[in-house]
């Protein structure tokens, strides 16, 4: 059996066929004492999913078998997904504008549908915020945009939120459809310098 991590082989401290499960652990010490995180397992070039690991946990692995890792550090993790995030959030304001063209020719239906889908999308970028701050103890308040702080910046969008909440409860179409495209778009597409910030900050750290 051969294990190859970050294109480099590597002996484990395992017996000789171990099971998948095992193999897994002891990458994994490896991976913890160089400070990294496995983020990919192929096992004979075929791409090993969680739902895989669980599956495979008491196989056997065999001689001739080859298993490849990818390993990074956490921070080169969370920015390759700030990064990402970054190049979502003009897709998430496209649809924002889609909903309120939506609610203007009375598609109520598709524009609650691709509405949820943009908050769904938002939560997974806040998600990444709250990371960088507790994770990597990035210091927020650093994050200055034209003379908004982060706090300030993100009482804002939870203002706006809330009214987009009422004005769907009072069944407002036409405030609905303008806190999206003219309020909600907008802060939501000025999020991506914050994303920019908190890169350079856990680059720093």
């Known amino acids: 059996m051969k294990v190859v991590i970050n294109e480099n082989d590597v002996e484990l401290a395992i017996e000789e066929k171990p099971t998948f499960g095992v193999l897994v652990e002891e990458a994994e010490k490896f991976a913890s004492e160089h400070e990294k ?29 080859q298993i490849n890792m990818l390993m990074d550090s956490p921070a080169n993790i969370i920015v ?22 939506y609610l203007q020719t009375g598609s109520r239906q598709a524009a609650f549908a691709l509405f ?7 939560k ?18 650093e994050i200055i945009i034209e003379g908004r702080t982060l706090d ?24 609905l459809s303008d806190l999206l495209e003219y309020e909600l778009a907008p802060n939501i597409e000025g999020q991506r ?13």
Not at 47 to 62: A, M, N, Q, S
Not at 80 to 101: C, H, R, S, T, Y
Not at 165 to 175: C, L, P, V
């Open 37 to 65: 995180i496995i983020t990919q397992i192929t096992v004979n070039g075929e791409l090993i999913t969680p739902e895989d690991e669980v599956v495979k946990r008491y196989d056997e692995c065999g001689s001739s078998d």
């Open 80 to 101: 390759a997904a700030l990064e990402e995030a970054d190049k979502d959030i003009p897709g998430i304001v496209e649809n924002l504008k889609k909903v309120a063209a």
């Open 116 to 122: 949820t889908e943009c908050i769904e999308q938002w």
């Open 124 to 141: 997974q970028v806040i998600n990444l915020f709250r990371i960088a701050e507790s994770v990597f103890g990035v210091d927020t308040k």
């Open 152 to 175: 300030n910046i993100q009482s804002e969008l939870l203002e706006l939120l809330v009214e987009t909440k009422k004005s769907m409860e009072d069944d407002d179409a036409i405030t």
């Open 193 to 205: 310098e914050i994303i920019r910030q908190l890169i350079n900050l856990v680059n720093k750290n």
